[in-house]
């Protein structure tokens, strides 16, 4: 196990900067999750801590050891990838001694560390097949068996629940979390799924367009997002963002809607900003703002309904089951001290 | 089976017929004309099925001619060629799929289109300073040019389509590039392996025009002594058709053996799902 410290790190691919200075301090067996929309640089920042893509300025440090020039084999992680990379000539064992062979290791330790890891993995049955033999909840387990075995510093897992399907997707998300409890292996985690960041992370780092917009505790992030992007980003419904500006005590909206503030940032006075208020902080309340309903679904346990207000769709997700229709006129009401404001140009949160 | 479904099936068993019928109507006369006797064969109308078969033109071709030192020959050229020419053709083309080195790909298949003569007067000028005529060491490095170019071609299409996150899953667990090429790029390989050498048995097996210009009497492969019981008296149908079908059988009969190869083989590619 190890620290992992990713100093000031760049990368260009040609003209393209890809990577523009990203610092992120990942302590030993901490599980992080390296979270953005795609494109944003996640793959590319996960390959340069293992080696496989050059690191074009900055400096990343596995338990204080610059590794900036260090092949990847000589770096002592292990890799998991989107689509498992099995080898497919060899079997299941196989593919889990692959690297213990080739350190030359003795074959009885070899087989108790596949058997170890197979009964981890509950792999014990399927030893003996190939790749192609398997299911794919069960590749990803072989993949992830080839990591353990080798006992690496540090883990590096790349989307490897995309291929999933949904229902197997959240049932491996808590075998991982469980795998991690249990090894304490630090590791980096890369997903464009938010829900797996919240769900799986200790530490979250929000990345976007090869910058990193916030680290951070996941409700952390969900609680006091530092920007309009991690704002929008975290949380399923999103984040209700409003456009206008902001007066003592209050926020008036584009439309001229006029919204209670309970604290009003001396700052923020007067200037242009984005108001936001998550869809489960929404109230129905008769001294809210009135807005007609245009769509309502119940889910059973909570009621997601969105409204028009000042010509835009609001999401609010209700606990209490309503009795409201389509085209309605209903009154929805914000609870102030949970309402976030960020500056209208740059995005950066004006709320402490 | 439904109407339509029996016409449309009828209608490509018809159109392959018609597609391999002069490949297979000229085998099938072959066939015909070494089991047939000289007035069978010149006879009009022409006849298919002689009444009296001809099977010395077959135990003649054993006979006469050296046609075992020949076929020997052919084998050590061809086995030769195949061999260098998989042991420096796989690595190279992994070397140009890997870099992306699609230049020295053309260059590659440019030697290959070369006119065989516009070498061959040199090459038979410098191997007849080295003295090396009486041997087969001539036409083993001639048939190079026909055996590296395929194994290349056909590896560097193999080695493309092999996911590259295998090779980095190599590195990462341990395995420097000499291993990863032995142990992981090589093995999933396998079937473009068992292609290509397949097709240069085949090309450099069937050359002619190599050994027509560097093999002495005694070092003749087959298709060449094949020629060489042309004379321009007289052509004997019967011996020439059973020595043309002799020569065929070995390539024949790895082709249809190595056919499940293969299709396996090109099939296989997609390596995603293991
Ligand atoms: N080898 C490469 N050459 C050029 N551009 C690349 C290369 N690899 C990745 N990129 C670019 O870098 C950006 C980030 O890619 P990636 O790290 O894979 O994103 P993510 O994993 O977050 O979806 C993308 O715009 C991609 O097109
Ligand atoms: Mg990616």
Known sequence: MAAVQIADVRKTFGTTHVIRGVDVDIEDGEFVILVGPSGCGKSTLLRMIAGLESITSGEIRIGNRVVNDVPPKDRDIAMVFQNYALYPHMNVADNMAFSLKLKNAPKSEIETRINRAATILGLTELLDRYPRQLSGGQRQRVAMGRAIVRDPQVFLFDEPLSNLDAKLRVSMRA??????????????????????????????VVMHDGIVEQIGAPLELYDHPANLFVACFIGSPSMNVLKGRVELGEFITAGGVRLPLEKTPPSALGKPAVYGVRPEHLKLSADGVPGKVLVIEPTGSETQVVVEVDGQPITCLLRERVAIQRGDTISVRADPALVHLFDAETGKRLTD | MSLAKIFRKLGLVFAVFLIVSPALLFFIWMVSLSVKFEIDNGAYPPILIPEHFAWKNYTSVFESNNFLLYFKNSIIVTGAATLFGLIVGVPAGYGIARMNAQKSAIIIMIARMTPGLSFLIPLFLIFKGLDMLGTLWPQIIIHLVVTVPIVI????????????????????????????FMKVAMPIAKPGIVVSFILSVIFSWNNFVFG????????????????NMLSFEQVSWGPLAAAALIVTLPV????????RQIVAGLTAGAVKGG
């Open chain 2, 153 to 180: 071609w056909i590896m560097i299409g193999y080695f493309e389509t092999t996911p590259i996150e295998l090779e980095e899953a190599a590195m990462i667990d341990g395995a420097n590039r000499w291993q990863i």
């Open chain 1, 175 to 204: 075998e991982i979390k469980d795998l991690h409890q249990r090894l304490k292996t630090t590791t980096v985690y890369v997903t464009h799924d938010q829900i797996e960041a919240m769900t799986m992370a200790e530490k979250i």
């Open chain 2, 212 to 227: 027509v210009v560097l093999a002495s009497r005694e070092t003749r492969t087959l298709p060449v002594a094949i020629y």
């Open chain 2, 252 to 259: 024949l009969i790895l082709t249809v053996a190595a056919q």
